[in-house]
């Protein structure tokens, strides 16, 4: 029976590409790729299991494994798999050049001002009045914005429709409904 080559799970599997150049892929489920793809904020109970799949003969599984520990590097656990773990310079080269293991100022996700994280589709009401740039709009303390979109390059924004108008909205004006 296939399983997630990280969790082991059997449910909701999906072919998972691997970054940078795409040739790469493994078998994963749902509820790692979401996390992997910082769509949800990381479990670290769910991936004690990569104390196991790091050791995986396949070199694209240990590339995701130590992404993923050097993620979760502040768990003591994650921190002495670091140290056990090896991968030779050209996987270690591979791994690193997506500089998804690094810690940022964030997590990856669009927060709200109460630090509720915002999905694409979610709708959202406005804590303050703001002037719309370019235009005579002013949108009003209160007011919802329906079916937001992300933006992706930047998690302290998100895009919606007022009065008809799209315009970006920086997250810390806006709580979810």
Same mark, same amino acid.
């Given at each position: 029976m296939m399983s997630c080559e990280l969790c082991g799970s059997n449910e909701n599997l999906n072919q998972h590409?691997?970054?940078? +150049? &795409?040739?790469?892929?493994?078998?994963?489920?749902?509820?790692?790729?979401?996390q992997i793809?910082?769509?949800v904020e990381l479990d670290p109970n769910h991936w004690t299991c990569l104390k196991d799949s790091m050791w995986s003969e396949n070199p694209t599984v240990q590339v995701v494994a130590w992404r993923m520990l050097n993620r979760l590097k502040n768990e003591t656990w994650a921190a002495d798999a670091i140290d056990m773990m090896y991968l030779d310079d050209d996987m270690m080269e591979y791994a690193k050049v997506t500089n998804d293991?690094?810690?940022?100022?964030g +997590? &990856?996700?669009h927060?709200?001002?109460?630090?509720?994280?915002?999905m694409a589709g979610d709708s959202v009401t406005l804590i303050k009045s703001l002037d719309v740039k370019g235009s005579s709009v002013q949108a009003k303390?209160?007011?919802?914005?329906?079916?937001?979109k992300l933006v992706h390059d930047n998690t302290e924004q998100i895009e919606g429709k007022i009065d008809g108008q799209q315009i970006v909205i920086l997250t810390k004006y806006v709580k979810k409904s």
């Open positions: 590409t691997v970054a940078p +150049d &795409g040739a790469k892929s493994i078998l994963i489920c749902d509820k790692c790729a979401r793809e910082k769509k293991h690094l810690e940022s100022d +997590d &990856g996700m927060r709200d001002c109460n630090g509720a994280i915002l303390i209160g007011t919802a914005v329906r079916n937001i």
